[in-house]
Every structure is written in C-alpha cells, then in structure tokens.
C-alpha cells in the first residue's frame, strides 16, 4: 500500500463542510468568536472558478470559500487552504495572497483566510506574502494550523470533544501507518472506538466514520479483518445503536443500521452521551477563553438537562467578556433547589 492512493482531499472537504464551525473552533478560534453563528452560513464552491488564477490552482489544495456574517452584522468571506499531499510549495503564501484579494475585489467584504498545514514537513510553515517597491508595501498575514504540531499532544486529541480531534488523530495516523497495513487496521479500529464512546449524535457519527474509512484505506484481507473486530466490539459495547456499521461501505447501510439501533432502545443513551459532550464543549470554549473555570459555573453546567439551553450557553460563551457575567446569565436560568 503505498500513499499515492490515499484520496485526503475528498474527504477534507466533506468533513470541514459538514462541520464547519466546530473546524474553526478547533483550529482558529479567533475566527470563530467573531462569527454570528445563529445567521446561516454558505458555501460557494462556483465562488473558487472564479477566484482561480490559472489552471494549476487546485490540484493539490483543499479549498473551500464560505460567505458567513459576523457579529457586528457585517457579511464576510472566510477561505480555507488545506495543503494535504505534503510537497513543498514555494508559491503557496502567494496562492494565499491571491484568493484573498481577488474575493475582496469582487465583494468589497472583509476577507479572512485561514490555511492548514496538513503535509509532514516539519519546517514548512508558510504564514504571510509580502513585497515592496518604491515605498510602497503589500503584505497579508494569515493563521496556519500545523497538524504535525498535534503529534506531540496526542493526549489532548484523545480528551478533546471537538470531532476534528478525530479527524486529526485519523489523519496523522494514517500518514505514520502508510507502510505498515497492521499498524493501520489497530489504529483504525482505536480511533473507530473513540469515536462512538464519546457520545456524538448521529450526524457527527455518520460523517466522521466516513472520514476515518475513507482515509484509512487497508487491503481487502485486513479490511474484512476490521469489520470483524468492529462487529464483536458492539456485541460487547452497551452502545448497540451501531449494529449493522460493518456495511460501512454502503451509505444506506450504515444509516439503516443506525436508524435500526436506536428503534432497539438505545435512545435514551445516546441523548445522554449528546447533552455530556455538549456540557463539556461549553466548558471547553470557557477554559480556552479564560483558563480556569470557576467550580460553580461547572457544577451549574453539569446539572443542565436541556440541549437548547446548552446550545445557548455555548454562543454566548464565545462572545461574553469574563466568566463573572456568565455566571449572571447561569443564575437566570440554573436550575433551582
């Protein structure tokens, strides 16, 4: 098995697509707070044709363009870069420069642009294109996500919630296993572990299953090998809304077998394991924006049986200056003793 038949691309553009504002939580948070997430968002992959300055632009990028509204009601662009084969490629801060300016003269909207750095070059970090001549300076300065960064913090992956540790952890293990199938099919089903006893509703499951399959290909003896072990995992896990997931290859399949699952009466477990990650995103975005969360606020958190109220919680914790007024907002609605 060798990496030139590792498809990245696809499957990062789905999964950034279908879950597009918990990738820029995860990776460029600073994106995220400035973003009115209750306003639809869009993506305009036709926007790219346009933005493309010659042929070649592309071919080795992941690139999506999406038109979102900020929270001071102004509408802007925000463009993704995601290099994943690993080349080197001097002209990639040019690239970046280039998209940027041409979407600002088309739209006179605030651009921002975001890159992650997917290949395995240690030293290749691309994070600005600038020139001068005559007086005068162009420069654009843009976030950079270097996933090999990761690697040394694996133990942050394994805790975080947020799927795009998954999608992170799938992706540097199948860039390490690329020579080494076995390795591959133990990692795979690992990840695949994780990835349902975290409590993730069905969407996130479904999409990130078939991110984990897609990129973490494996010959056909093995790859029947892992429908195995995935089949007597669930016959032991208490988490049976997965039955019939080794039809992983078929869509359909997997959605009837989880549709079937939850019919049995798994239900109410995973509305649990749902409203426990939602808990924990909140706190999460609260220690990222203020350090340490105060023992009440987590106690309140915990106590929340609501998914909207929780919902509501997590967007307002994004904007709101000190974890003081948060605790006003929690005393208006905790529940009372």
Same mark, same amino acid.
């Given at each position: ?36 997430w209750e306003r639809d968002y869009e ?7 346009? +933005? ?37 490629? @001097? ?11 041409? +979407? ?8 921002? @642009?975001? #890159? ?10 691309? @994070? ?41 952890? #799938?992706?540097?293990?199948?860039? #390490? ?20 006893? *975290? ?48 039809? +992983? ?29 939602? *808990? ?15 023992? @009440? ?18 967007? *307002? ?14 005393s208006s609605i905790a529940p009372q003793?």
């Open positions: 098995m060798t990496e030139q038949f590792t498809d990245y691309d696809s499957p990062w553009k789905e999964v950034i697509e279908s879950f597009f504002p918990r990738f820029l939580e995860y990776f460029f948070l600073d994106a995220y707070v400035v973003i009115d993506f305009l992959d036709t926007e790219l044709q346009q +933005l493309e300055p010659d042929a070649e632009i592309g071919k080795r990028l992941v690139d999506k363009v999406a038109k979102v509204w900020l929270l001071d009601g102004e509408e802007a662009w925000v463009l993704i870069h995601v290099e994943v084969q690993g080349q080197y490629d @001097s002209n990639f801060a040019e690239r970046m420069y280039t998209y940027n300016y041409r +979407l600002f003269d088309r739209h006179k909207k605030q651009v921002i @642009s975001l #890159a992650v750095l997917a290949d395995e070059s240690e030293s290749w970090r691309p @994070s600005s294109y600038n020139y001068q001549l005559g007086g005068c300076r162009v420069s654009l300065e843009f976030p950079v996500a270097k996933l090999l960064d990761y690697e040394a913090d694996w133990e942050s992956l394994e805790q975080s919630t947020n799927p795009f540790s998954i999608v992170v952890m #799938a992706h540097l293990r199948t860039k #390490a296993t690329n020579r080494n199938p076995e390795s591959r099919l133990q990692w795979k089903l690992s990840l695949v572990r994780i990835l349902f006893e *975290r409590g993730y509703d069905r969407e996130y499951i479904l999409g990130l299953f078939r991110f984990i399959d897609w990129v973490m290909v494996l010959p056909e003896e093995l790859a029947n090998n892992f429908k195995r072990e995935l089949r007597s995992y669930e016959e032991v896990n208490i988490m049976r809304y997965v039955t019939s997931i080794e039809r +992983l290859a078929k869509a359909e399949g997997i959605q009837e077998g989880i549709e079937q699952g939850i019919q049995e009466g798994i239900q109410e477990g995973i509305e649990q394991g749902i409203l426990q990650t939602s *808990r924990e995103n909140l706190i999460e975005v609260l220690e990222t924006r203020f350090g340490e969360v105060p023992s @009440s606020i987590v106690e309140v958190v915990n106590q929340i049986e609501e998914s909207a109220v929780l919902k509501m919680l997590h967007k *307002r914790a994004i904007a709101i200056p000190s974890t003081a007024e948060f605790q006003q907002i929690l003793e």
